[in-house]
């Protein structure tokens, strides 16, 4: 068995797709792989003890359901998390900037950027209209 992290391939307003933006973001910065390198711990946690509940619900008479399910909804949320709270480290100069692709001139941030964090942003890096954040998935594939 292998945990899949990636994204579920969902179109932008420009076109790209979040596939093809999460393999320019993960060969640039490696998100993915220092989410799963700083979370290791957590990940190997959920992942038990979803594996726990479900082997108890199948013991008490449940139908069999994946083993899994409860585990990788946890890690979703754990890197959305993650990419909130710049868990990469890395700050970004259109996080600086405040560049949205949430508004119509993704460039013009007059009058449309909101007060800077501790870590000198407007927002966070790698979340520019959230759907890369939100399209993140975490499976077991055999």
């Known amino acids: 068995m292998k945990l899949q992290l990636g994204v579920l391939d969902q179109t932008y307003r420009t076109g790209e797709s979040t596939g093809t933006v999460a393999k320019i973001l993960e060969g640039r910065y490696?998100?993915?792989?220092?989410?799963?390198?700083?979370?290791?711990?957590?990940?190997?946690?959920?992942?038990?003890?979803?594996?726990?509940?479900?082997?108890?619900?199948?013991?008490s008479g449940a139908p069999m359901a994946n083993p899994?399910?409860?585990?990788?909804?946890?890690?979703?949320?754990?890197f959305r998390k993650f990419l909130d709270m710049n868990g990469t480290g890395i700050i970004t100069q259109a996080s600086k900037q405040g560049v949205s692709g949430r508004f119509k001139d993704k460039n013009n941030t007059e009058g449309k950027?909101?007060?800077?964090?501790?870590?000198?942003?407007?927002?966070?890096?790698?979340?520019?209209?959230?759907?890369?954040?939100?399209?993140?998935?975490?499976?077991?594939?055999?």
């Open 30 to 59: 490696g998100i993915m792989a220092i989410f799963a390198a700083q979370q290791s711990t957590q990940i190997a946690n959920s992942l038990a003890v979803s594996l726990a509940d479900a082997t108890e619900a199948i013991m």
């Open 68 to 78: 899994y399910a409860e585990g990788t909804d946890q890690i979703q949320e754990a």
């Open 113 to 142: 950027r909101g007060p800077m964090n501790d870590l000198g942003q407007v927002r966070p890096s790698f979340i520019d209209t959230g759907l890369y954040q939100n399209s993140f998935r975490a499976w077991i594939e055999e």
